[in-house]
């Protein structure tokens, strides 16, 4: 079993940054791909960024490309995503999951685990 525990959202203003964090317990996170999920009220779930095992293959979505960074660091079973530039549009519940990474990276494959979410909100 894995727990994923996300930190670090908060309020901030347009413009600004915050970085997430996603830790894992209860099993080494680095046999899994590391994946950040977003969720706006009324919205559907939006897949944002992804991160291979080791670290070296990355996956954004194209409304996030030059502004977020996701990174891992495996000695400390966590995985991160440094957001830029924050936009209101950017306001959401932010979702950490898992998955062994076999399967070809989308939002409908089955993740093994997934966290609580926190909160962002970017004001104008």
């Known amino acids: 079993q894995v727990q994923l525990v996300e930190s670090g959202g908060g309020l901030v203003q347009a413009g600004g940054s915050l970085r997430l964090s996603c830790a894992a317990s209860?099993?080494?996170?680095?046999?899994?791909?590391g994946t950040w999920f977003r969720q706006a009220p009324g919205k559907e779930r939006e897949l944002v960024a992804a991160i291979s095992r080791s670290g070296g293959g990355t996956y954004y979505t194209d409304s996030v490309k030059g502004r977020y960074t996701i990174s891992r660091d495996n000695a400390k079973n966590t995985v991160y995503l440094q957001m830029n530039n924050l936009k209101p549009e950017d306001t959401a519940v932010y979702y950490c999951?898992?998955?062994?990474?076999?399967?070809?990276?989308?939002?409908?494959?089955?993740?093994?685990?997934w966290g609580q979410g926190t909160q962002v909100t970017v004001s104008e």
């Open positions: 209860g099993r080494t996170f680095s046999t899994y791909r």
């Open positions: 999951a898992a998955d062994s990474g076999l399967q070809v990276l989308g939002p409908n494959i089955p993740y093994d685990y």
